[in-house]
């Protein structure tokens, strides 16, 4: 199979998660991707995950998620010599990803005017928490500052409970999809005209815009958002419902879905009912609506009225754990996780999820995530560096910036 992005060459020097994932799946696009690792430990990732065992073995399950189908070299970027080496690669690559803070990589000697002097269509792209400029561009980010900060923590929870994060860091994830997206688009250009780009990417920024219901309506009505738990605010019944045996989730959005589900649970009276014949009506009066639907929900478990529901066009699902939705037919018979060569400390294969979308199919099997610098040795060569430079070049110095 050729991928979109075969032969696209990708220098990686991030760490952890935002950029990581965004070389992942630039990397299962067909990119060759090549992480570029302090030789003192590599990638933070590396040590983190829910397996001490595998995060000794610089294998850190953190790591797993979004590395796999990339390279590994080691170069200490203070050293002047490595810095050559990396620019030469540079004059042979198409992108440079970083999500260093900004200005580390001009006080490396390597921002952007030095890497497009020597490769002019080097598409070089910098996430941040904030941005390259501004006035809390020299702020230390992580996920959470950056959720709380981009308004998304005042929106979830419900009012006893928010401001709640997210149970996964969705800032960093989508930062990352955000960095890829924009690195597809300068790729297009850079083919068609030889023209370099310099792409910031800033995880507020990044968040913010996927928040675009709730900040439309604050910006042009002037709502202001407020957190409504498991309620969808656009709709109702739009939400989680209790049942005879758990949660169920039900988005009856639409007209016709809500009278059919009124019709499903045995309460048409609910359908000419003045507090509910319409939608504005019913989101006015949500919270009596969904007493009177868990009244007639009680009956039955979640499950059978899943399959009740969706066979009638009412669109509903039960609340899963990860556990169980890895389980699902619907996952296993698409193929969402592979496996790669290598084994967790347990002895079971190594496992990774693909991008959340399938080309012609499929994607051919993924290889490992590579151990931290297994191909310094074979780059530095393909350079011209010999045993003794390459000794020199790698030599493990940490990287402190």
């Not at 996927?210 to 739009?238: C, H, K, R, Y």
């Not at 359908?271 to 868990?294: G, I, N, V």
Request: charged share 25%; proline share 7%.
């Amino acid at each position: 199979m050729t991928l979109p992005l075969s032969g696209v060459r990708v220098l990686d020097l991030s760490n952890v998660l935002a950029g990581p994932f965004c070389g992942y799946n630039l990397a299962r696009l067909g990119a060759e991707v090549i992480k570029v690792e302090n030789p003192e430990g590599g990638d933070l990732a590396r040590k983190l995950g829910a397996d001490p065992d595998m995060a000794k073995r610089l294998m850190g399950l953190s790591f797993v998620a979004v590395n796999a189908d990339k390279q590994s070299i080691t170069l200490d970027l203070k050293k002047a010599d490595a810095k050559e080496a990396f620019l030469r690669l540079v004059e042979q690559s198409d992108v440079v990803l970083e999500n260093f803070r900004p200005k580390v990589m001009e006080r490396l000697g390597l921002g952007y005017e030095v890497l497009s002097a020597r490769n002019p269509k080097i598409i070089s792209c910098a996430i941040s928490g904030f941005g390259q400029d501004g006035p809390w561009a020299g702020r230390p980010a992580y996920d959470q500052i950056v959720q709380g900060l981009s308004g998304a923590m005042s929106v979830t929870g419900d009012a006893e409970t928010a401001p709640l994060r997210t149970g996964f860091p969705i800032s960093d994830t989508i930062a990352g999809m955000t960095a890829a997206f924009a690195i597809s688009a300068a790729l297009v250009d850079q083919r068609a005209t030889g023209r370099g780009r310099r792409i910031d990417v800033s995880l507020l920024e990044s968040t913010l815009a996927a928040m675009g219901w709730v900040v439309s309506n604050q910006l042009n009505a002037g709502i202001d958002p407020e957190p409504m738990g498991n309620e969808n605010f656009t709709a109702s019944p739009s939400g989680t419902f209790r049942t005879a045996t758990g949660p169920l989730n039900i988005a009856a959005n639409e007209q016709k879905q809500y009278e059919t589900l009124c019709d499903l649970v045995g309460r048409p009276d609910l359908k000419t009912d003045p507090r509910f014949a319409d939608r504005q009506s019913r989101k006015l009066h949500r919270a009596a609506l969904k007493a009177e639907l868990e009244a007639a929900l009680a009956v039955k478990g979640a499950e059978e009225w899943e399959a009740l529901f969706n066979a009638r066009g009412v669109p509903a699902g039960q609340v899963l754990t990860v556990p169980q939705v890895l389980r699902e037919a619907q996952i296993i018979g698409r193929r969402f996780v592979e496996e790669v060569d290598g084994e967790t400390s347990a002895g079971d294969p190594m496992r990774v999820t693909r991008p959340g979308f399938l080309i012609d199919g499929g994607y051919p099997k993924p290889q490992p995530p590579p151990v931290l610098g297994q191909d310094t040795e074979r780059w530095l060569r393909a350079l011209g560096y010999d045993a003794e430079d390459i000794n020199r070049l790698c030599a493990p110095t940490p990287l402190s910036i």
